[in-house]
């Protein structure tokens, strides 16, 4: 069974850009939530997904947004970027009928900005 | 934001050695205690997991220990291997929305010498 996938896994973008990231979640899984990791701050919770509607949102500006497609792909969206928003990105994808809480994580989309 | 305290930030042992890694939690709503590993480049892999109903539970050589009146938990790695070098996450959730959203600790870098 193939895991779940993100892409791009690495990307450099200047201030002021956008970005989009992509996650493929585990075949059969539903629900999919976005994580910020930075050193600074550790893992941070953005938003959960599940058929796609929006379940759960972390404490980030609406800057950061998602959604969720009828085949249960994600992505996330970043608008007018700033320098701290340089991060992995991690997409978990979890449960077939729930999200049970066992997170199954990509390996991520490293971000940095110039 | 419910805060998760995760010590030590860093742990060196020699091989055979056992890894004691401990977390604190604040919300007594919580749940759901899994411990996640992750490699450099990787995205975080659940390791084991434990609920409150249980004081202890032990898969191979890592177990978690439970103190529902402290409201701590603890992972220990037995036998302590190079091959377990890694970043050691905790995590606490509750249920918000049908979905099990988690607060990390910052984790513990762990480095084991052959």
């Known amino acids: 069974k193939a895991g779940v996938t993100q892409t791009p896994r690495y990307l450099i973008k200047t201030r002021g850009q956008q970005v989009t990231l992509s996650c493929s979640p585990i075949?059969?899984?539903?629900?999919v939530s976005w994580y910020q990791q930075t050193p600074g701050q550790g893992l941070q919770f953005l938003f959960e997904?599940?058929?796609?509607?929006?379940?759960n949102k972390g404490n980030f500006p609406g800057r950061f947004s998602g959604r969720q497609f009828s085949n249960s792909r994600s992505e996330m969206n970043v608008s007018t970027l700033e320098l701290g928003d340089s991060a992995l990105y991690l997409c978990?994808?979890?449960?077939?009928?729930?999200?049970?809480?066992?997170?199954?994580f990509g390996e991520g989309s490293r971000l940095t900005v110039l | 934001q419910q805060q998760v305290k995760q010590s030590p930030q860093s742990l060196i042992v020699q091989k055979g050695g056992i890894s004691i890694i401990n977390c604190a939690y604040e919300n007594t709503a919580f749940d759901y205690f899994p411990w996640y590993q992750q490699f450099p480049g990787k995205g975080p892999a659940l390791l084991i997991a434990i609920r409150p109903d249980v004081s202890e539970k032990k898969e191979g050589r890592f177990t978690i220990s439970f103190n529902t009146s402290a409201k701590q938990f603890s992972l220990h790695i037995m036998d302590s291997q190079p091959g377990d070098s890694a970043t050691y996450f905790c995590?606490?959730?509750?249920?918000?929305?049908?979905?099990?959203?988690?607060?990390f600790g910052r984790g513990t870098s762990l480095i084991v010498h052959p």
């Open positions: 997904y599940f058929s796609e509607t929006q379940r």
């Open positions: 075949s059969g899984h539903r629900s």
């Open positions: 995590a606490a959730s509750s249920a918000s929305g049908g979905s099990y959203i988690p607060t």
């Open positions: 978990a994808s979890s449960g077939t009928h729930s999200n049970t809480g066992e997170l199954f």
